[in-house]
């Protein structure tokens, strides 16, 4: 492939690194990782709440890694209430699961940049031959696109499984029950989606620009040998 082309999908391949890094620096500090509505089951059940009556006893509750708001609807009327995983919910929710989250988001954002910054240096510069060449553009692009996955495995196993949703809802709740009645990931936790295929995408840019798959040789024909090698 001429070297234009190279720098041109190269530049491509670093401006989407920068804006990955970009997009899930901004997602973290956002409550918009999931968004829900959460019934109040005490209040419920004590009017025996049906159809249009049950609605009464609805709130929403949105969250993010750090903060979230809740709205709690008893059959009174909305009562907000904010909070944060730390150090408030720190002892509810599954700590060690919620830490490895924010740790890979920030193990993402630095191999993003590190991966724009080789782009752009295999787009203007003399690439070297190590991890400045092609093995260190697949090696960022792997290590950033992996991050991404267990970020989202991490986080949703810990709303679904661990039901992170009802934990906090039911947050400092003495007499009344709270239970999940929806619940969705929302734009952020899918930023981080489209960043792991970002990167995903950027290895197939980097094959197509002419770079072979690390560790791969290709066939050298060796030494011919035949019969005229039986003469000596």
């Known amino acids: ?84 995983f730390f150090p408030d919910l720190l002892k509810i929710i599954p700590a060690s699961i919620h830490v490895s989250v924010i740790l890979f988001c920030t193990v993402l954002i630095v191999f993003a940049l590190v991966g724009a910054g080789f782009f752009m240096f295999n787009a203007f510069g003399s690439p070297y031959e190590t991890l400045h060449g092609p093995v260190g553009l697949y090696l960022w692009s ?25 934990k906090i809802a039911n947050f400092k709740e003495g007499s009344f029950t709270f239970k999940t009645h929806s619940e969705h990931f929302a734009n952020s936790f899918w930023i981080i989606l489209v960043c792991s295929l970002v990167h995903f995408l950027n290895t197939l840019l980097i094959r197509f620009a002419g770079f072979e798959f690390p560790f791969s040789k290709s066939k050298d024909s060796g030494p011919i040998t035949g019969a005229a090698d039986l003469m000596y």
Not at 8 to 18: D, R, T
Not at 59 to 83: A, N
Not at 142 to 166: Q, R, T, W
Request: aromatic share 10%; hydrophobic share 45%; glycine share 12%.
């Open 142 to 166: 792997f290590i950033a696109c992996s991050c991404g996955c267990l970020i989202m495995i991490l986080f949703s196993s810990e709303v679904k499984i661990h039901h992170l949703s009802e």
């Open 1 to 84: 492939m001429p070297a234009q082309q190279k720098k041109i999908i190269f530049c491509i391949a670093g401006v989407l690194s920068f804006a990955c890094a970009l997009g899930t620096a901004a997602a973290i500090g956002t409550q918009l990782w999931v968004k829900g509505t959460i019934l109040c089951k005490t209040g419920a059940l004590l009017v025996n709440a049906t159809g249009q009556e049950l609605e009464k006893f609805i709130g929403k509750i949105q969250y993010g890694l750090f903060y979230g708001e809740r709205v709690r609807q008893c059959g009174l009327g909305g009562r907000p209430f904010q909070f944060s």
